[in-house]
């Protein structure tokens, strides 16, 4: 196993190509969930659990159910049902071990069922052909770049709460002016490493 | 091709029953016991997370309720219906319970001058802390609107630099009250609409000097005010809204005009044909609005009338009624 290359692909998937900054992926929860740092962790460890689990699933799925078979164009309502599958199951677990996360959630939560991040990591992970330890990396490691994006952008936002903004640019506007900025800070890793 | 038709078909079943079932499992293992009731109240309050009942949010009022810790009635936004529905599904017993506005006691505003030039965070909290108070005056509303902010409701304005809530918006839920660093916005009745709107407990002629709405403690309204509801603590009067009768007289007398009256159209008395002229109605009248022979079916004197209802209590043949509704005029 090479370690340098897991590492390659872990600093690619959390800087370079930021799955939120870099890939405009999982946007919805990147502004849904991001105005108190405490519910945007929450946000990101339940993203990056979903995202790390459906990249073992959707593995195993692929390589070992659809490849066999020769039908790999059911790839995508394939990883889907995984995907809603397990976001189900991190509801489930959430409301049952902590209530307060649950609620602050909300809607985010059902929502990642249909977060293309997560779809994203899935597909992008047979589209580069991973090995079966660089898949988990992988989505592992897009989990982690979420979970900073969403960190980076709640404390902004924390923030701004108290900043003296425009009238005009209260609210959703600044956010989405930050984004952008942001968007364009992460560009600065772009040529780090080979993609 | 069929190959390809049949395995599809196959896997995405199998793949479909097998998550299913295992979600089945999980949903039974993780299941999360909870009180109907619960959902079922928090269906009922009004949903503005206002804070009012002291829980965090109605979820969290609605779960003291069930545990009998809290009453029904300690939701004001969502009004007595709301409460006697909920006690009527907690098997509580329903209690009669008037309806309350929260009141800034205070007309100054722009009309006190200013005293410094602030550019500071807009919070009265923050200038509160700093400066005691933007205006000359020390006791009234500071003007920058903290109460308006944490309003959930958009209840409060502010008119003129001085906060003034929507008696119809407003809810009762007290969280002005905590926010004001002046400590001036009460709850009253929301039917008792003659207010006292000064808190300066200066005397007179320092009040004189900075505000010409302030109350000087002059005491005219307490001495004028037919119920003896008023009463002067402290250079302030105090009325007691047990008593209150909506007359009026008060806010007409007061030489500031430091006392609100915000009844539009004042109601009238009307005395039917059962009148047998006994006289009681005349004797309670405060107005001397009452007039007839003994004996003798009497009559309203219209103009003198307030409608403030004392005479409707006293009547025993019950032939007095009153026409029209006390009204409200927002902001003044």
């Known amino acids: 196993m090479d370690v340098g290359r897991l590492f390659a692909i872990a600093i690619g998937a959390i800087l370079i190509n930021n799955f939120v900054l870099k890939r405009f992926l999982g946007l919805c929860p990147f502004l849904g969930v991001s105005k108190q740092l405490d519910s945007a962790l929450g946000m990101g460890f339940a993203v990056m659990f979903v995202m790390t689990m459906a990249s073992i699933v959707t593995f195993g799925i692929y390589h070992y159910v659809l490849e066999p078979y020769n039908i790999e164009y059911l790839r995508t309502i394939a990883f889907i049902l995984v995907i809603a599958t397990l976001v189900q199951f991190v509801e489930m677990v959430i409301e049952k071990t902590s209530p307060t996360l649950y609620r602050s959630l909300g809607i985010y939560l059902p929502l990642i069922t249909t977060n293309c991040a997560v779809l994203g990591v899935a597909v992008l992970n047979i589209d580069k052909s991973y090995s079966f330890i660089e898949t988990v990396t992988h989505g592992f490691s897009a989990g982690i770049g979420f979970t900073l994006a969403l960190l980076l952008m709640a404390g902004i936002r924390e923030r701004l709460e108290l900043a003296d903004i425009p009238q005009s640019l209260k609210g959703v506007p600044i956010a989405f002016i930050v984004a952008g900025l942001m968007s364009i800070a992460f560009l600065g890793f772009a040529g780090l490493a080979a993609e | ?332």
């Open chain 2, 1 to 332: 091709m069929s190959g390809v038709v049949l395995y599809s078909v196959i896997s995405l079943t199998v793949m479909g029953a097998a998550f299913g079932f295992g979600l089945a499992l999980a949903a039974r293992k993780f299941a999360v016991e909870r009180d109907e009731r619960v959902d079922r109240i928090e269906d009922m309050l009004p949903g503005a997370n206002c804070g009012g009942c002291g829980y965090g949010g109605c979820i969290g009022f609605a779960r003291a309720l069930v545990e009998g810790k809290a009453s029904p009635y300690d939701c004001s936004p969502g009004g007595v219906e709301t409460a006697n529905a909920i006690a009527e599904l907690l098997g509580l017993e329903k209690i009669e319970k008037t309806p309350t506005v929260a009141m800034v006691a205070c007309r100054g505003g722009n009309r006190v001058p200013i005293k410094m030039k602030y550019a500071g965070l807009r919070s009265c909290t923050a200038l509160a802390l700093l400066a005691d108070n933007l205006h000359e005056c020390s006791y009234g509303c500071i003007g920058l609107g903290t109460c308006v902010d944490v309003c959930p409701f958009d209840a409060i304005r502010l008119v003129d630099g001085v906060a003034v809530v929507d008696d119809d918006k407003c809810t009762g839920c007290g969280k002005c009250i905590d926010a004001c660093p002046k400590g001036i916005i009460s709850l009253v009745p929301k039917t008792k609409k003659v207010r006292i709107a000064c808190s300066s407990h200066d005397k007179g002629k320092a009040v004189k000097a900075i505000c010409d709405v302030g109350c000087i403690g002059c005491g005219v309204c307490a001495k004028n005010c037919p119920v003896n509801c008023i009463e002067m603590v402290d250079s302030l009067p105090i009325i007691d809204y047990e008593k209150c009768i909506n007359c009026g007289i008060c806010a007409a007398k007061c030489p500031t005009k430091s006392i609100v009256d915000r009844v539009v159209t004042r109601p009238k008395v009307f005395i039917d044909s059962q009148c047998t002229g006994c006289g009681e109605c005349k004797k309670v009248c405060k107005f001397k609005a009452i007039e007839g022979e003994p004996g003798e079916r009497h009559k309203v004197i219209r103009d003198r009338c307030i409608g403030c209802g004392l005479c409707l209590d006293v009547c025993p043949e019950k032939a007095i009624s009153v026409a029209g509704a006390l009204g409200h005029q927002p902001g003044k």
